[in-house]
């Protein structure tokens, strides 16, 4: 899909698309995706087609996630307003930039990035989304999970692992949801596990292709 006119207009037009398409099926994952500026999130040199629904390149072998991919994503999760969620693998910001716009003023998004340059990028995408005060972007490896501000209400991971980790699962909250892509480096499937109390449940959603989770619970 080509999309033409002002960011603003492209922008409108994609989440219409993304309606039509299935994908943003919510009216709080509508409200998000249609405010959040994604041309904010993506290097200069493909800019043009922030708006595009696949994949782009933003550097040191890391993609941002086509936007439908980010809607299932979110819609999946069915955030909350209020929730404090952590993202592993936040890339330039835009994923937990769209889920800040989920849990409102009162929750709070923590991504983890393991690539400094892009986290230092992230920082400013987001500063100037006037966002910088819903999220902390933290520099270290997210792949067994972030425990310093556990428990999450939520945890989002964008990069594919090969199992699910007991530790991500251990920073949930008691009654917390899990997404995650499991299997290989070539495909996946996009995984929910959900916590309740000392049980979990997992589904299987749909087929996927993830960058490789790196670190030491990655691939």
């Given at each position: 899909?080509?999309?033409?006119?002002?960011?603003?207009?492209?922008?409108?037009?994609?989440?219409?698309?993304?309606?039509?398409?299935?994908?943003?099926?919510?009216?709080?994952?509508?409200?998000?995706?249609?405010?959040?500026?994604?041309?904010?999130?993506?290097?200069?040199?493909?800019?043009?087609?922030?708006?595009?629904?696949?994949?782009?390149?933003?550097?040191?072998?890391?993609?941002?996630?086509?936007?439908?991919?980010?809607?299932?994503?979110?819609?999946?999760?069915?955030?909350?307003?209020?929730?404090?969620?952590?993202?592993?693998?936040?890339?330039?910001?835009?994923?937990?930039?769209?889920?800040?716009?989920l849990v409102g003023p009162t929750g709070h998004?923590?991504?983890?990035?393991?690539?400094?340059?892009?986290?230092?990028?992230?920082?400013?995408?987001?500063?100037?989304?006037?966002?910088?005060?819903?999220?902390?972007?933290?520099?270290?490896?997210?792949s067994c999970g972030w425990p310093e501000h556990?428990?999450?209400?939520?945890?989002?991971?964008?990069?594919?692992?090969?199992?699910?980790?007991?530790?991500?699962?251990?920073?949930?909250?008691?009654?917390?949801?899990?997404?995650?892509?499991?299997?290989?480096?070539?495909?996946?499937?996009?995984?929910?596990?959900?916590?309740?109390?000392?049980?979990?449940?997992?589904?299987?959603?749909?087929?996927?292709?993830?960058?490789?989770?790196?670190?030491?619970c990655g691939q």
């Open positions: 899909m080509v999309l033409r006119g002002s960011f603003d207009d492209q922008r409108r037009l994609l989440v219409e698309h993304l309606e039509r398409s299935g994908y943003v099926r919510s009216d709080p994952v509508r409200h998000a995706m249609g405010s959040v500026r994604r041309e904010l999130f993506v290097p200069t040199s493909v800019q043009r087609a922030a708006y595009a629904d696949h994949p782009l390149e933003i550097g040191h072998h890391q993609t941002i996630s086509a936007p439908h991919m980010v809607a299932i994503m979110v819609e999946a999760m069915r955030c909350r307003e209020g929730q404090r969620v952590l993202e592993v693998g936040g890339g330039l910001g835009y994923h937990a930039a769209v889920i800040a716009h998004v923590f991504t983890v990035e393991r690539i400094e340059a892009l986290a230092r990028r992230a920082r400013d995408n987001l500063e100037a989304a006037d966002l910088s005060d819903r999220v902390t972007v933290v520099v270290g490896d997210g556990a428990p999450y209400d939520r945890i989002s991971v964008a990069c594919a692992a090969p199992r699910v980790s007991e530790t991500m699962v251990d920073n949930l909250s008691e009654d917390g949801m899990l997404l995650i892509p499991v299997g290989s480096p070539y495909m996946q499937e996009l995984t929910r596990v959900t916590r309740k109390g000392n049980r979990t449940t997992t589904e299987r959603l749909g087929g996927c292709i993830f960058v490789p989770l790196v670190g030491k």
